[in-house]
């Protein structure tokens, strides 16, 4: 395209509006001229350029182009854009795209430039939407494995059917385990073929009520080949491909006889309301269920607060009583009257008596059945209790011994008694019994050896 000799001023113009900026440069390189478009990169201080080698103003790793532009190898037919990064005053680099044309008459060069931070600004929101939709991507991974992992494993008869063509689009394990024949595959199959003949009409109509409602409708049906009915529930939900629903079948429960029925409605509200505690365990110590009394002993308002949490959590003595209860209840399969203290919510301590029993099944259980020492004790007489004999045979004791001497023999009597209880109670674990009486081990051998229930040997060894 021929277009003739242009004045200086037309093509200073013309490289002012095709470039961002435009640069002259000497034979050597040197800058002898800077015009910037763009106030964004008048932060470069391009002006200060002049007088300066070009490579000077660049990015260490945009030199080597710089020579390469300036003083090629070999000819080139054509001009290239080439990537240079500038360097600001502030030590930011600047991405430019350079163009540089060898002006032969004059000896000198052109290098017009234009700005990239808009395309490094797009590129960077592609980067971080690339690595946004890989996220989206990982996570969506994770969810199906989950999702797969539950359908594959759970215990119901779980299928997937096409809304449009009602036929089965998934099934479980557990499906196919309604299936006479094992071997047949239940995926493809028509739904309603799944079941026997005189179901079927209800199957089409559970489906169509589901899908009219958008609520889960159940039915009563039979499984192709199953000995007896099961339940059936459907509901909808909407993928991409068109309406589809979820099938669940579920064992029928056991028909209980109204007498047997109402007997166990009865038991239940008993133990509900007895009033004793009663808590259900697993062997690991979890409760599984409480009475309505074992929440009022602990101050609490729903067995939410409780259940799922340890028994020993509300045992002032902790994993002490609950190794002590665990033991008996696993060498003899029942505890009777443990003395310990439960701990309420509000942080005080309650005397009660624990009643344990093992009870056997699928999985091991314990029953504990709770008595409140504080409010019977309060009920009790003096007529009633054995505190009155042991009052009368003291008595008998004043004027034969002084008060004194008949308080300390009290004293050690019953420190004794206390003493060989704790002992008994945690299998002579001298440690264990030192925690539940509250004492440190160095006092519990004082007071073994004062009683001579210790040796001497043991004594010296503590020491």
């Known amino acids: 395209m021929k277009i003739g000799t242009l004045p200086a001023d037309s093509l200073a113009i013309l490289i002012n509006v095709v470039s961002d900026i435009a640069i002259i440069l000497d034979e050597e390189g040197v800058v002898e001229d800077v015009s910037v478009r763009k106030t964004e990169l008048a932060t470069l201080g391009c002006q200060s350029w002049i007088g300066k080698p070009w490579a000077d103003t660049v990015n260490p790793d945009s030199r080597a182009k710089i020579q390469d532009i300036l003083h090629p190898d070999k000819p080139q037919d054509e001009v290239r854009w080439r990537h240079i990064n500038q360097t600001s005053a502030q030590g930011v680099d600047v991405a430019v795209q350079y163009a540089v044309l060898h002006l032969q ?3 000198k060069f052109l290098a017009i430039g234009r700005d990239l931070e808009a395309i490094a600004v797009l590129q960077r929101r592609l980067v971080e939407t690339q690595q946004s939709m890989e996220r989206d991507y990982l996570r969506l991974r994770h969810v199906e494995t989950r ?6 494993t759970t215990a119901e008869a779980v299928m997937l059917v096409d809304g449009v063509t009602y036929r089965v689009l998934e099934a479980n394990a557990g499906a196919q385990a309604f299936a006479k024949d094992s071997n047949r595959k239940l995926i493809g199959r028509d739904l309603q073929e799944c079941f026997e003949s ?4 209800e199957i089409q109509s559970l489906l169509r009520m589901a899908h009219a409602t958008g609520r889960i409708e159940m039915c009563r049906a039979r499984f192709a080949g199953a000995a007896s009915d ?5 509901s909808v939900f909407r993928q991409e491909g068109g309406p589809q629903f979820l099938v669940r079948l579920l064992p029928l429960e056991p028909v209980l006889s109204p007498s047997a029925s109402r007997t166990q409605t009865l038991f239940s509200e008993a133990i509900e309301h007895s009033p004793d505690g ?12 409480a009475n309505a009394e074992f929440l009022s002993m602990l101050g609490a308002t729903a067995p939410s607060q409780v259940v799922g949490q340890p028994l020993e959590n509300w045992l002032v003595r902790g994993g002490v009583d609950w190794g ?5 209840l696993r060498s003899q399969s029942i505890v009777r009257e443990f003395a310990t203290e439960l701990r309420s919510m509000a942080g005080g301590a309650m ?19 709770i008595k409140d020492m504080v409010r019977r ?7 009633t209790t054995g505190m009155a004999g042991s009052v009368a045979e003291l008595s008998r004791l004043v004027g034969r011994m002084p008060m004194k001497d008949i308080v300390g023999e009290t004293i050690d009597m019953i420190e004794k008694m206390c003493i060989q209880s704790a002992l008994g109670l945690t299998n002579n674990n001298r440690a264990s019994a030192a925690e539940m009486l509250g004492l440190s081990r160095q006092s519990l051998y004082v007071k073994l050896r004062r009683f001579g229930m210790v040796s001497e040997v043991e004594v010296s060894n503590l020491n």
């Open 105 to 107: 008459d004059r000896g």
């Open 230 to 234: 099961c339940t059936a529930s459907a």
């Open 278 to 289: 009663f808590v259900l365990t697993d062997k690991a110590g979890k409760i599984k269920s």
């Open 324 to 328: 002590v209860l665990l033991t008996n």
């Open 351 to 369: 005397a009660v008596e624990i009643s344990a029993l093992a009870l056997a099944s699928d999985e091991t259980h314990y029953a504990f059945y």
């Open 147 to 152: 999702y797969r992992m539950l359908f594959d």
């Open 377 to 383: 004790r309060a009920l009790e007489t003096p007529g």
């Open 198 to 201: 005189q179901y079927r009409e």
